[in-house]
């Protein structure tokens, strides 16, 4: 198995048998690197077997200590980093985390690293030895909890796309909104699409289809009702870019604690909302909390829930007594 010191990001391997070439062994355990990469890395003194430098053809026997200095690679998803995880579920086809508020999924153009998709490379790397790249199937934002579930290898990637694909997935979400939702259950079906354009803002918001706009419907139920506020359980049937937070804030109970979602119109609800201010909340209170779904290699039917952050947990009671 190989070691991750975290510090100077240099991981180190053992072979095996084989005798396969320096520069093929690690292309294999560093699968985001190119090869042309690894083997300037190699020219360049990075790369060390049993502690001296070496040349890229050279046959590696078993028992051979591979080191690699990561930091002088671009880092990428692939890059391990000691995040810590809460795992619902793992087995060899697929792994189920809750995601907290706050991490993104994957890298963006701004942050290279310190995503979920880091934290999971170092978690396989610990736990197979082996360095597995985690297939990407559907996203939550930054800021939003709960359920996510990736693949670990290409078969379980393609069936549990195409199952996301075809909606055979269930999905249900826990949002506070503000305002008392007084029908105990409904339907958003409203299309959602971008607006091009520099002062245009959100981009993401309803539109008619003619205007470019997509299908987006959303099932809603009430779970508990407060005095100004309610817990919703939210289904989406579709999965439109942030569609739950502009549904709930076109039907006029935007999710508590959503800086971007607020519609200027809901004169009656005092902006932003009170709870905010009170429970010092920093981030929308949605929460991806259950995912109904088939396991890709035909082991039944997968039902996984993810408890309410705490923060989010804390409020409902603070407004339960």
């Not at 292309?27 to 042309?36: D, G, Q």
């Not at 607006?195 to 706009?213: C, F, H, L, T, Y």
């Not at 200027?264 to 709870?275: E, G, H």
């Not at 201010?277 to 290699?297: D, E, T, V």
């Amino acid at each position: 198995m190989p070691d991750l010191d975290p510090e100077t990001l240099r991981f180190e391997f053992t072979a095996g048998t084989g005798k396969p070439r320096l520069d093929e062994f690690v292309a294999r355990a560093l699968p985001k690197i190119s090869l042309t990469r690894i083997r300037r890395l190699i020219a360049e003194g990075d790369v060390l077997v049993n502690g001296q430098t070496s040349l890229k053809g050279i046959r590696l026997n078993e028992g051979d200590r591979v080191s690699v200095k990561t930091f002088a690679a671009e880092k990428s998803s692939a890059t391990p980093e000691a995040i810590p995880l809460d795992i619902l579920y793992e087995d060899d086809a697929l792994i189920v985390v809750n995601k907290p508020v706050g991490l993104l999924v994957h890298p963006s153009h701004s942050e290279k690293s310190g995503t979920l998709l880091n934290g999971l490379a170092y978690h396989f790397w610990q736990t197979t030895g082996e360095a597995i790249r985690p297939g990407l199937i559907h996203r939550l934002d930054r800021n939003t909890s709960g359920v996510i579930v990736l693949a670990k290898n290409e078969r379980a990637h393609r069936t549990l796309s195409k199952h996301f694909r075809e909606r055979w997935v269930k999905k249900f979400y826990l949002a506070l909104v503000s305002g008392r939702v007084e029908r105990d259950s409904g339907e958003i079906d409203a299309p959602i699409g971008s607006k091009e354009g520099k002062d245009v803002w959100p981009r993401w918001q309803v539109m008619s289809e003619a205007e470019g706009g997509k299908p987006a419907k959303t099932i809603y139920k009430v779970l508990r009702r407060f005095v100004a506020h309610t817990l919703l359980e939210l289904e989406p049937q579709t999965g439109r870019t942030h569609q739950l937070r502009i549904h709930c804030n076109l039907i006029g109970h935007p999710i508590v604690g959503d800086p971007i979602y607020r519609s200027a119109i809901l004169a009656t609800l005092p902006s932003p909302d009170p709870l905010v201010a009170q429970h010092r909340i920093k981030n929308h209170l949605l929460h991806a909390s259950r995912l109904i779904f088939r396991h890709p290699a035909g082991r039944g039917e997968l039902n996984i829930e993810a408890p309410m952050p705490e923060q989010m947990r804390d409020v409902i009671a603070a407004l339960s007594v």
